[in-house]
């Protein structure tokens, strides 16, 4: 599962809107280490440029330290 938004403005964003924003990635226990995150941030992402976004953004959860790797 991927949550994410694109959005035209963002908090404090450092480039020109529209922006993309990565929420949150999890994927079941059973089924990590097989690319399948890598795999939903890709396609994101592909979705946000198609959208006519140029940045993407990822905001890690201070619950969840493990998500920062991603930003």
């Keep these: 599962m991927l949550v994410g938004a694109l959005d035209?403005?963002?908090p404090c964003a450092p480039v020109p809107p529209p922006l993309?924003?990565?929420?949150a990635v999890a994927v079941a226990?059973?089924?990590r280490r097989r690319g399948i995150?890598?795999?939903l941030l890709d396609r994101?992402?592909?979705e946000a440029h198609e959208a006519g976004v140029?940045?993407?953004f990822g905001?890690?959860?201070?619950?969840y330290p493990a998500m920062g790797r991603w930003t």
């Design 8 to 10: 035209g403005v963002g």
């Design 20 to 23: 993309g924003y990565v929420l």
């Design 29 to 31: 226990p059973g089924q």
């Design 37 to 39: 995150e890598g795999s």
């Design 44 to 46: 994101f992402v592909a």
């Design 54 to 56: 140029r940045w993407v």
């Design 59 to 63: 905001f890690p959860d201070e619950e």
